[in-house]
């Protein structure tokens, strides 16, 4: 059974930065992660393809948040740097099964698997 779990978040300053981490089992998928503010639709944030070799970002995030995975724990983290307010949302971690190994994933859609989520909270 496949399961995300996903831990890090917080309140963080403006400016400040935060590592989101999701614990997986249960196999190795591409992963992606979203978000979602009050008020507003699902939006993606970053994905990384089933080898690690590629990666994806919106393009608010761009240059502030990295997405990476350890293998061998079989976990993500995004380490999100340079936080301001519009960042504020939960963050969902997210998994697609039986995708190739180099694809990045943009769409929710597409993902099988999702974590409970985690608020992130950037206050001024």
């Known amino acids: 059974q496949v399961q995300l779990v996903e831990s890090g978040g917080g309140l963080v300053q403006v400016g400040g930065s935060l590592r989101l981490s999701c614990a997986a089992s249960?196999?190795?998928?591409?992963m992606g992660w979203f978000r979602q503010a009050p008020g507003k639709e699902r939006e993606f944030v970053a994905g990384?393809?089933?080898?690690?070799?590629?990666?994806r970002y919106a393009d608010s995030v761009k240059g502030r948040f990295t997405l990476s995975r350890d293998n061998a724990k079989n976990t993500g983290f995004l380490q999100m740097s340079s936080l301001n307010s519009e960042d504020t949302a939960v963050y969902y971690c997210?998994?697609?099964?039986?995708?190739?190994?180099?694809?990045?994933?943009?769409?929710?859609?597409?993902?099988?698997?999702w974590g409970q989520g985690t608020q992130v909270t950037v206050s001024s």
């Open positions: 249960g196999g190795t998928f591409a």
């Open positions: 990384i393809s089933r080898n690690n070799v590629n990666t």
């Open positions: 997210a998994a697609r099964r039986g995708y190739s190994l180099t694809g990045v994933s943009t769409t929710d859609k597409m993902y099988d698997y």
